[in-house]
């Protein structure tokens, strides 16, 4: 089974950034692609960002030129750098990853982490 641990989440003001990371842990073949999700209080869960295990990007209209999305595949670790951050960023991302396992069989899936907080205010 894979485990994805989040971290790097907290309290910023208006303007400033963070960086978060997702490491996944277990024994894994490969990872595929990798997703930040948020999910903003009453609000359903939406896609940030994807980076392909090649590197290929894609962003939410939302945070276009603010957010970069990266991969370490040799630590099997994602990051997510936000910059000029607005208080519509608040929420609880996620980690989402499509990974292979093959012991003690081979299987695909997709596994989600728990979860950091990240709260922007004025």
């Known amino acids: 089974q894979v485990q994805l641990v989040e971290s790097g989440g907290g309290l910023v003001q208006t303007g400033g950034s963070l960086t978060l990371s997702c490491t996944a842990f277990?024994?894994?073949?490969?990872?595929?692609?990798m997703t930040w999700y948020r999910q903003a209080p009453g609000k359903q869960r939406d896609m940030v960002a994807v980076?392909?295990?090649?590197?290929?990007?894609n962003y939410a209209d939302s945070v276009k030129g603010r957010f970069t999305i990266s991969r370490d595949n040799a630590k099997n670790t994602m990051y997510l750098q936000m910059n000029s951050l607005k208080p519509e960023d608040t929420g609880v991302y996620y980690c989402?990853?499509?990974?292979?396992?093959?012991?003690?069989?081979?299987?695909?899936?997709?596994?989600w982490g728990r979860g950091t907080q990240v709260t922007v205010h004025s």
């Open positions: 980076i392909s295990s090649g590197g290929s990007t």
């Open positions: 989402n990853a499509f990974a292979v396992t093959r012991i003690p069989e081979a299987r695909s899936a997709y596994y």
């Open positions: 277990g024994q894994i073949f490969s990872i595929d692609d």
